[in-house]
């Protein structure tokens, strides 16, 4: 009897190259775009992202130093998902779902949810129709803003952006529509996300958010994998 896993162990390449946190792959003919593919022996996740007549290439997410020429690669058949339920709300993790406040792992999640995929149309969705005050006077009078409804906030360095999307999340806890508030940062020093969830537990509003968090000094990759993640959890 034929294991379920026999194709996917016949099934390999070998890293080429590797630089800058891209690697380029030989081999394994039926990989697809966005496929998800483990290297090595410790088995580093990395993203496709090129098919080219000779090579593949794709982003690592992690340490690339520990990938090295000649490795191995497998392909998963699967692209990169997470998994999302309720155990999230009240957590900080990183873009592939990995738990990073030093609480317990997650455990074994029922479904995992593609972290690329297109979004809904604008006819299948859900008209704009419930308030979500953001607490600021300013904003609630002049720009009312609805569940559901993208709204940008633009301006220069040190300027309040991250006080209003704050301030927004803390008084999600007087809206009856018993939001959830996910906060993506990409590329900000951890000691700035630090001071932020500290301002959220002040206000007990930890109990309805999820941060996602790719650091300064995490890969490009997983700092490119974080609003995507972000999203998919909202979804």
């Known amino acids: 009897m034929q294991n379920e896993f026999d194709d996917f162990s016949t099934q390999f390449g070998s890293v080429v190259n590797v630089k800058d946190g891209i690697v380029q792959i030989v081999g394994l003919p039926d990989l697809k775009l966005g496929e998800k593919v483990l290297i090595g022996p410790s088995e580093v996740p990395a993203l496709v992202l090129n098919l080219e007549s000779r090579v593949s290439k794709a982003v690592i997410f992690g340490d690339d130093s520990s ?21 999230l709300v009240g957590r900080i993790i990183d873009p592939l779902g990995n738990p990073l406040d030093g609480l317990s792992e997650f455990s074994e999640f029922s479904e995992l949810f593609p972290i690329d995929i297109k979004a809904p149309g604008i ?6 129709h419930e308030p979500m005050p953001t607490g600021i006077k300013i904003i609630d009078s002049m720009l009312p803003i609805g569940n559901g409804q ?22 999600q806890q007087n809206n009856e529509l018993d939001m959830i ?5 990409i590329g900000q020093k951890k000691s700035s996300t630090a001071f932020l969830v500290e301002k959220l537990n002040a206000y007990n509003s930890m109990n309805y958010s999820v941060i996602v968090l790719a650091g300064a000094s995490d890969p490009a990759a997983l ?4 609003p995507y993640s972000g999203c998919t959890v909202g979804e």
């Open 67 to 87: 990938v090295n020429e000649g490795d191995e690669v497998y392909g998963t058949k699967t692209p990169i998902a997470i998994g999302v339920d309720g155990s």
């Open 123 to 128: 006819i299948p969705r859900k008209s704009v």
């Open 150 to 171: 993208r709204e940008l906030i633009i301006g220069d360095r040190q300027t309040g952006k991250t006080s209003i999307a704050l301030d927004t999340i803390i008084n």
């Open 181 to 185: 508030a996910i906060y993506v940062g």
């Open 223 to 226: 700092q490119f994998l974080a």
